[in-house]
């Protein structure tokens, strides 16, 4: 997820930074960020005030979603999917959620809700999956336990 979280700034959208990490049988296999397609615009370059339009449903014109990028990457280069599991700093929306299930991702961790994020009542991308039988689990990251001091510190002498 800290890949995730990184790639994410790499991301041009002004409204939203997303980033995802395609993984299988412990590798990366692929990665992704919001953002336009490649050779058009980069929305902060671009509306730096506003980000591009908005479409029908107020969703970016332009934007593609860090974890179909991730995907068509992985596509792109003939890159096995079926199987894999997908880390992504922001819940799938239904429409990414239903990309996820077609192309046979089993696992999916994400950070952040997409539905607090758009102010939706539920994350209808992640109960789309899981009534499909993708595992899905809102990640968390592990609490320090016992000893809290930092290894291998060097103590300087006065």
């Keep these: 997820m800290n890949l995730a979280s990184s790639l994410a700034l790499r991301s041009h959208c002004v409204r939203k930074q997303v980033g995802a990490v395609l993984t299988r049988d412990t590798r990366i296999i692929s990665l992704g960020y919001n953002g336009p397609p490649a050779g058009t615009h980069n929305c902060d370059e671009e509306w ?26 992985a ?14 700093t922001l ?7 239903r990309i996820i299930y077609s192309v046979g991702i089993r696992k999916v961790f994400f950070r952040d809700s997409y539905a607090d994020y758009k102010g939706i009542a ?13 595992d899905v689990e809102r990640y968390e990251p592990a609490v320090p336990t016992g000893n809290t001091e930092q290894p291998f510190t060097t103590k300087l002498n006065d």
Excluded: M, Q, W
């Design 122 to 134: 539920s994350d209808e991308g992640v109960e789309f999956l899981r009534k499909f039988g993708v």
């Design 48 to 73: 730096p005030e506003t980000g591009c339009e908005k479409d029908r449903k107020g969703s970016c014109y332009l934007a593609l979603h860090a974890e179909a990028n991730a995907i068509l990457y």
């Design 75 to 88: 596509a792109k280069n003939k890159t096995e999917i079926d199987g894999s599991t997908l880390y992504v």
């Design 91 to 97: 819940s799938p929306c239904l429409a990414c959620a």
